[in-house]
């Protein structure tokens, strides 16, 4: 049901793990933020300790400083936003992609994983469509055990996609990343 839940009601700015210089979370090097916090608790989740909306540490302005010093490294690419659930944890995203933006314009780009499908969060809250418009890639849809398939670039089961955010907000619908390899 949209708008069911909300980054106000239930996020508590925690933070589950930060890793600066990975290769794992996105196109090339990147800076990933594990924020602490789900509510789709999908069966098989890799990450079940971060769906725990207390696990971790605060979110603070040293951590945020120190995302915007690795990412300001020539050789990083860009900024990951992974849980838990962003969507979910709206004002510490919105709070660094916006940062992001004012120090790097596009220079960085932005990625996130979301249990959301792309016509949920059409659907839904406010700050989850003003997280969506910071964003350049956004991996969609809730991981399905039964579709796991580990051969996926950047993807845990075949039903998520990968879809280029402002290239789908501009045209109404959904195109996929132009870098997709099947």
């Known amino acids: 049901m949209p708008k069911e839940w909300t980054a106000e009601e239930l996020s508590q700015g925690f933070i589950a793990d930060y890793k600066p210089f990975n290769f794992v979370d996105g196109e090339g090097v ?11 608790m999908c069966p098989g989740c890799y990450n079940v300790v ?3 909306f207390h696990y ?3 979110y603070s302005m040293a951590l945020e400083d120190q995302i915007i010093k690795d990412l300001s490294k020539d050789y990083v690419q860009g900024l990951t936003l992974l849980g838990g659930e962003p969507f ?24 996130s994983w979301t249990g959301y499908t792309w016509d949920e969060l059409m659907k839904e809250t ?6 969506l418009s910071l964003i350049d890639i956004v991996v969609d ?3 399905l055990e039964e579709e796991k398939d580990l051969t996926l670039q950047f ?3 075949a039903n998520q996609r990968i879809i280029d955010v ?15 390899v099947h």
Do not use: M
Not at 126 to 131: M, R, T, Y
């Open 88 to 111: 979910l944890n709206t004002q510490v995203c919105i709070q660094l992609a916006k940062r992001i933006r004012q120090e790097f314009g596009h220079k960085k780009d932005i990625w």
């Open 166 to 180: 402002p290239k789908s907000l501009k045209s109404k619908e959904v195109v996929i990343w132009d870098r997709l």
């Open 126 to 131: 406010d700050d989850k469509l003003e997280l």
């Open 141 to 143: 849809g809730r991981f």
């Open 30 to 40: 990147r800076c990933s933020l594990y924020v602490s916090g789900c509510k789709f």
């Open 155 to 157: 993807r845990g089961s």
């Open 50 to 52: 971060a769906q725990n």
């Open 56 to 58: 971790g540490q605060p």
